[in-house]
């Protein structure tokens, strides 16, 4: 018997009891999904589950309890178990693998052991493998139950590989954001029970004490939330004291993760205030760099801040944690509403009436709010398919980028650029006219950075996510230009990718057309220094998409300065396909160069609505021998290089090469078509692409086409390319083949 002084709470008890009715029944589905809110107590459940399951229903079954390998979630289950239910046996990775598995037995692995390329729990070494392990057990008639703790997060199919080898009774799959699934028995914990129950506080507070439209003379804003955060923490801790609790409440500063440089900054700002690793109140857990955290859960703990990257936000548990500073490293990074759970759960497990107590604090400049995985029913699973026979000796040449191949150079880039930019807004030479333009058209100048900041009590963790409650402040900090130099960078970044230059050539050009000290016949606008970075800052969105614009007029292609390498493209052996495993009524597509190629494969999700129509006009067309669904990216698919306004070298993957019985061969792109007049094509390279595709294919010889939608059917288009399906050089599909 689970070894709790109060026992479960009633929430608790359901789940068990639900776990228990579908997995003792005959004619349940072998899949159990559980939905637990963090801090739910998750791991008490299972525990408690196995213990009543051993006792009542099956006492020889073996249990392989899988946890995800960060935070290792695998020995903190494992030493919970041992805890609260002492009489039961348990094992971890290597006792199995020297001892193979047993009944009645428990089983707690991680991941990362199993699934890990070249790890020796799945290569042959002096041990036997899991492999191995798992056929000894089933040769010995053990019965396997899997319980797949934070599901969402081993989605994959080396995962699946490992659940399949173990053909277990049922497969439990619990997570906090696990989705419904209707092949699948389906549990849902209510977080308002949880929440009653006093296991996690009451709500969620962001941004508390941020005003709206004000404007912030700041350092910077790691600086200004970690200041917030302290004085949150030290008013927690004091009505702690005033309660007679010992409880120090811990602020976790969590940083993105590749962000050493701000680390040192905030580590000197913390000493400055008086927490250090030296006297122990500063913690760091890092991969490879921990610091202070060997005794960091206690609720007396003395560490009061908590260094953290990403990793960490699955499997770890530290009840004091009451306020989160979430850093960026760019202005334009989502928060992922995971990692709240950390901050949710109460530190002795109940309620004070005090709202200071019963609640938890987030600070952060992050704009978007989302949930980081799909779970359960929302998430795609793969599957391996693998070519016939009759696909195996076909060939076409495929271009690869000249490496060697300079685009245009600086100049002739900003003098495009310049060209572009004062033709599509009407500029001049008059700089203040410029700026006024500019200003019509939505650009944002001065010296402050314009944040919008989310503010609000959120009550579900999940309400973080959702636009329409709490609100957004608009807040205005003066641009630093030390301190925002990574926001700069990013910005810069993001205009670059488009181009195709280098950070400093793209940075060199963004100065010779807005900034005041570099000497340029070629300027639009005359900014200082304060100026040009907030400029870049603030309008590092807008000016991508003008950049975007800029490489999409369309260029003639391939000439003889321009011929990329070329190799020969075989179809891949096997391949991998996401599917919709909630699919109930699959179909194998017979036209497909893949054996086991099915329907499940070609759902809304993972095919356009374009190339939904072509498989399935492909599938019921007679004429067709087969169907190859290219890959998007990798050497291994068939590519052709398209040249941008720049003359940068790039590559897109057409979409589909059908066979037909008659021997033709006919490569296919599809693109967004017309839904109420309206051009659904979000592609705006689009027309250099459809040059370089008839290029190649008189170049080569082949038979091609765009293919695109309209009205649940499909034109083609080989000769000039139009957004308007109108156009006569539209044609419908049913007369290419």
Request: one cysteine or more; charged letters at 30%; aromatic letters at 10%.
């Amino acid at each position: 018997m689970i070894n709790l002084l109060d026992g479960l709470f009633e929430f608790q008890e359901n789940c068990v009891s639900f776990l228990l009715d579908k997995s003792s029944d005959l004619n349940s589905k072998q899949v159990i999904l559980v939905k637990s809110p963090t801090g739910s107590g998750k791991t008490i459940m299972l525990i408690d589950f196995i213990d009543k399951y051993l006792d009542n229903i099956d006492p020889e079954t073996c249990f392989v309890w899988l946890c995800p390998g960060d935070g290792e979630l695998e020995e903190q289950s494992k030493s919970k178990m041992d805890k609260f239910l002492n009489n039961r046996p348990t094992n971890d990775i290597n006792d199995v693998l020297l001892q193979g598995f047993n009944q009645g037995e428990t089983t707690f692995i991680n991941w990362q052991k199993v699934t890990k390329k070249g790890n020796k729990a799945i290569t042959d070494s002096e041990r036997s493998n899991l492999f191995e392990r798992i056929a000894d057990a089933h040769r010995k008639g053990i019965t396997f139950m899997v319980i797949i703790d934070e599901e969402h997060r081993n989605n994959t199919s080396k995962a699946k590989d490992v659940i399949d080898a173990f053909s277990a009774k049922n497969i439990i799959r619990v997570s906090a954001t696990t989705k419904e699934d209707k092949l699948s028995e389906w549990y849902e914990i209510n977080e308002i029970d949880v929440i009653n129950s006093g296991l996690i506080t009451r709500a969620l507070y962001v941004n508390e004490g941020i005003e709206d439209s004000i404007s912030y003379d700041i350092a910077n804003e790691h600086d200004y939330l970690i200041n917030l955060a302290d004085e949150k923490r030290k008013a927690i801790a004091e009505e702690y004291q005033r309660l007679g609790k010992v409880i120090r409440p811990l602020v976790i500063i969590q940083f993105p993760n590749s962000s050493d440089v701000m680390i040192k900054t905030v580590e000197r700002k913390l000493e400055n205030m008086g927490y250090s690793y030296k006297n122990g109140m500063l913690a760091k857990w890092l991969d490879n760099d921990k610091i202070n955290i060997d005794n960091i859960t206690p609720n007396d703990s003395i560490p009061v801040f908590l260094l953290m990257k990403q990793a960490i936000s699955t499997g770890w548990d530290c009840p004091r944690a009451k306020v989160l500073v979430k850093l960026r490293e760019n202005m334009s990074e989502d928060f992922e509403i995971q990692t709240i759970g950390r901050l949710r759960r109460m530190p002795e497990t109940k309620h004070y009436d005090n709202t200071l107590l019963d609640n938890c604090y987030l600070y952060t400049f992050d704009e978007k709010y989302k949930e980081s995985v799909l779970g359960g029913g929302n998430a795609f699973e793969v599957k391996r398919v693998f070519l016939k026979d009759k696909c195996k000796t076909f060939t076409l040449t495929k271009q690869t980028r000249d490496l060697d191949f300079d685009m245009l150079g600086e100049k002739e880039t900003l003098i495009k650029a310049y060209k572009f930019l004062q033709e599509k807004y009407k500029l001049s030479e008059n700089f203040n006219d410029n700026k006024k333009i500019l200003e019509a058209n939505s650009f944002i100048f001065g010296t402050t950075l314009t944040e919008n900041v989310r503010q609000g009590k959120f009550i579900k963790t999940a309400d973080i996510a959702r636009n329409d409650l709490g609100g957004f402040l608009s807040v205005n900090f003066e641009v630093n230009t030390h301190s925002n130099g990574i926001d700069l960078l990013h910005s810069i970044d993001m205009i670059k990718r488009e181009i195709g230059m280098t950070s400093q050539k793209t940075k060199a050009i963004l100065k010779h057309l807005f900034f005041s000290k570099t000497r340029s016949q070629y300027k639009l606008l005359k900014l200082d220094n304060r100026e040009w970075y907030a400029f870049m800052i603030n309008n590092r969105r807008q000016l991508r998409d003008d950049f975007a614009d800029l490489t999409a007029q369309s260029v003639r292609q391939i000439n003889m300065a321009l011929m990329p390498k070329t190799s020969e493209f075989r179809i891949p052996l096997e391949e991998l396909y996401r599917c919709d495993p909630t699919d109930t009524d699959v179909e194998e597509i017979l036209s497909s160069a893949y054996e086991k190629y099915n329907s499940s494969m070609v759902v809304e999700g993972i095919r356009s609505k374009s190339e939904r129509l072509l498989e399935n006009y492909c599938e019921d067309n007679e004429n067709v021998d087969w169907v190859y669904k290219n890959g998007d990216k990798g050497l291994q698919y068939f590519s052709i290089v398209y040249t941008t306004s720049l003359q940068h070298q790039q590559l897109f993957y057409p979409d589909y090469i059908v066979k037909l019985k008659n021997g033709d061969v006919w490569i296919l792109e599809t693109k967004g078509g017309e839904l109420n007049g309206q051009d659904k094509n979000i592609d705006k390279q689009v027309c250099n692409k459809f040059n370089a595709f008839k290029e190649y294919a008189e170049f080569y010889n082949v038979k091609w086409a765009f293919v695109r939608d309209k009205n649940e059917k499909l034109k083609y288009n080989n000769t000039e390319y139009s957004d308007q399906l109108i156009s006569e050089n539209w044609k419908p599909l049913k007369d290419l083949f």
